[in-house]
């Protein structure tokens, strides 16, 4: 939900007259139809929401002096007036809450997110650091930010709901002249660092180095650091977008480079400083990881992306090592339908074109994944299939799922073993000894209706 969209007169400098920003009923109908719409329709198909509270703020909600390049809406937006807003959203998605002439009462949100990769400037918030890049500023302002935030939350009764921090993007700046500036990207474990004003010794900042910060420049102070910031430390998750290197690269890489990032194949080094600054200020805990943005670009339209075939395999290889991530809540598929062609966003990373037809065999992998982490059977051992019957979910005694081997083209596919779906998200991890080599699948039929396939992995068998 974009601040900007739902506030009045987002592009004035000031704020209408008598306008009551903590009241949803201050806003305009319009402002909110979109996420009404998304809310009720969410619900009547038994399906939850994560509502991720994020810029860009309304003009006269945002700092003065922001430079020509400023994107409106992210130049010191004020947290006094997101705390606001957040409460008026609060009150609306309550479940108590009946907006005006269109009842019944709005379905409840329990699902939160706040801001969106608070570590880029150019699109989310601003400025990322001063005085030549040595001091972060956009850390400061995101705690100000989350705390305005988790404020308004406990107050409308969404203090026992889920609610996320973070949502970092993975990767950043890290060499050059003055980076990352005003609108540029800082990288995440800088930007977690000073978000827990600590240095990169994970040792408490003290002094002026702390005070520039909006840290605590004393032992003394610290001492009451997790109890000023509850949402540093009370959040149910820290949320990342652990894309792989560009969106191109297969979801194991681990770079020679840029030891800041935070990408799937390296989330041990965002638990590690979060393990250590939470026991530092007296708060131990061991956060939730939450990714909440995963997808690969695709060619086609992407120039230089992973083929689609190629992407597919990337995605359920992803998807594999995020649910053997023990601190890993969720996966996330970003985008489902590629945006128009020409437009204002490239991200190629949908399930489905921009014309609406699905991107075969990618749109299959998101429906019915497979993995299979070894693919050459020796003598006497079977090979591990690991999978999902995502639409099993929503169904109350989903059929099994079967596992389908083509021993040569042309060949009929013929089950090998049959899984019972037990798990509520409708994965499964078994061992299978194929009898030849050949092409694997998945089949899985819905209630009465069609059967449908995962794409097709080759195996091959020794002996």
């Not at 703020?57 to 010191?76: C, D, S």
């Not at 290889?317 to 598929?333: C, K, V």
């Not at 399930?351 to 990618?362: C, F, H, I, N």
């Amino acid at each position: 939900m974009r601040w900007s969209t739902v506030a009045p007169a987002a592009t004035s400098l000031r704020a209408p007259a008598g306008f009551n920003a903590g009241n949803p009923g201050d806003y305009a109908a319009t402002g909110w139809a979109p996420y009404d719409a998304i809310v009720r329709g969410a619900a009547a198909r038994h399906m939850g929401v994560l509502m991720d509270l994020t810029g860009p703020a309304p003009a006269w909600a945002t700092g003065r002096g922001a430079p020509r390049a400023a994107i409106p809406g992210v130049w010191m937006p004020s947290a006094a007036s997101f705390q606001r807003f957040v409460r008026a959203v609060g009150v609306r998605y309550s479940g108590r809450y009946t907006p005006p002439g269109a009842g019944p009462p709005l379905p409840r949100v329990s699902f939160w997110s706040i801001w969106n990769e608070p570590n880029l400037g150019e699109a989310n918030l601003a400025p990322q650091a001063a005085q030549n890049s040595q001091i972060e500023s956009s850390p400061r302002m995101y705690r100000a930010l989350l705390a305005g935030a988790w404020s308004s939350l406990q107050a409308t009764g969404h203090g026992r709901d889920t609610i996320l921090i973070g949502e970092l993007a993975p990767y950043g700046q890290f060499t050059g002249t003055n980076v990352p500036g005003d609108f540029g990207e800082m990288v995440p474990l800088r930007f977690v660092r000073a978000l827990y004003c600590v240095d990169a010794s994970l040792h408490p900042l003290r002094g002026s180095a702390a005070a520039v910060r909006g840290c605590p420049p004393t032992a003394t102070a610290s001492n009451r650091f997790a109890r000023d910031n509850p949402a540093l430390f009370e959040a149910s998750g820290f949320a990342i977008h652990p894309y792989a290197s560009g969106e191109v690269a297969a979801p194991n890489l681990v770079l020679p480079i840029g030891a800041d990032f935070v990408y799937l194949s390296t989330l041990t080094r965002l638990e590690h400083v979060l393990d250590t600054v939470t026991q530092l200020y007296g708060a131990p805990r061991r956060f939730s990881l939450y990714s909440t943005e995963y997808g690969y670009k695709t060619d086609p339209p992407a120039p230089d992306a992973p083929s689609w075939a190629l992407a597919a395999g990337y995605l359920n290889w992803a998807e594999y090592i995020s649910w053997r991530t023990p601190r890993l809540r969720s996966w996330d598929q970003y985008l489902l339908i590629d945006p128009v062609s020409g437009g204002p966003s490239q991200f190629d990373t949908g399930l489905e074109t921009d014309a609406g037809v699905p991107k075969q065999p990618v749109f299959d992998a998101w429906r019915l994944p497979l993995f299979l982490p070894r693919t050459h059977q020796t003598s006497g051992h079977g090979l591990e299939v690991w999978g999902c019957a995502r639409p099993a979910h929503y169904v109350s005694h989903p059929a099994p799922v079967r596992i389908e081997l083509q021993a040569g083209a042309g060949a009929a596919f013929k089950t090998i073993a049959s899984v019972a779906i037990t798990n509520p998200d409708g994965y499964f991890d078994t061992v299978v000894r194929f009898p030849s080599a050949g092409q694997v699948r998945l089949s899985w039929s819905y209630p009465g209706g069609e059967t449908i396939h995962s794409r097709l992995v080759p195996v091959t068998v020794a002996g």
